[in-house]
């Protein structure tokens, strides 16, 4: 059992694109932090809300096991991390409470130059290299498609011209990477963004008002960027 906390725990990217307008963003709700020598943990000075800055990919499993009760992430990560519970007939115990509006960027289908795209059957009996199985998997099941997904942790966008792939489903911005791996996007599978994630269940009641307060102040902060 987790021992009953009556501080809130958020989860944050220690390092990484999502680390410095996740931690501006809780610091404009009014927060500030004393950080613990070894960079880790941040204790909560002006509320009792302490941040803990790991890998994005923990984020999700942090909060479905109750060590963290909120975390910021990218849609990607979180729904990549949910459609695998889902299809492993899982319950997927953490959810989207709020997007965030930073950290754009969309999970696509890209493939080579000199492909003459007509549509998702394209892809029938290809081989496609991802780092998100499980999106690509629920997009090409949607698209009545079959096809062999080549998982890989990084540098998917050089698995076709390795040979290991046909076609890739990976995260694009600007689409400069593509470009440089002779590769054009043709099917957009996720729009993603930061977001803030939380427990699908209720929140324990020691815990339930610090939350509260804090969605409150997020809310008036993104009115305000909007
Ligand atoms: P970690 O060490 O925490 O695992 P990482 O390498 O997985 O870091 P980053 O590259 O920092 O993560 O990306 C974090 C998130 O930023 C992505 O999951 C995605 O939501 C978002 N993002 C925005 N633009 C891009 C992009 N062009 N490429 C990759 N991720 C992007
Ligand atoms: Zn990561």
């Known amino acids: 059992m987790t021992p009953v906390r009556d501080r809130l725990r958020v989860a944050i990217q220690k390092n990484g694109r999502l680390s410095e307008p996740a931690r501006a963003l809780l610091a404009s709700c009014g927060l500030s932090w004393r950080e613990s020598p070894d960079k880790l943990f941040c204790y909560g000075e002006s509320a009792p809300v302490d941040l803990l800055l790991v890998r994005d990919d923990d984020i999700p499993g942090l909060i479905a096991s109750g060590l963290c009760d909120l975390g910021v992430v990218g849609r990607n990560v979180l729904g990549e991390q949910m459609s695998d519970l889902r299809a492993a007939n899982r319950d997927a115990s953490v959810s989207e409470l709020r997007a965030l509006g930073f950290g754009g960027c969309k999970l ?40 062999d997904i080549v998982e890989l942790s990084g540098s998917v966008e050089i698995a076709p011209r390795l040979g290991q792939a046909d076609a890739i489903c990976d995260l694009v911005s600007s689409g400069a990477t593509l470009a440089a791996n002779q590769l054009k996007p043709v099917e957009d599978i996720l729009q993603s963004e930061a977001v803030l994630a939380g427990p699908v269940r209720d929140f324990d009641p020691a815990l339930a008002g610090i939350a509260e307060m804090l969605l409150r102040r997020l809310d008036g902060v993104m009115k305000i960027r909007d």
Not at 118 to 136: D, E, N, Q, V
């Open 108 to 147: 696509s289908i890209a493939v080579p130059n000199d492909w003459t795209w007509t549509g998702p059957a394209m892809l029938s009996g290809k081989r496609l290299a991802t780092s998100y199985p499980a999106l690509l998997r629920d997009w090409l099941d949607a698209n009545n498609v079959q096809a």
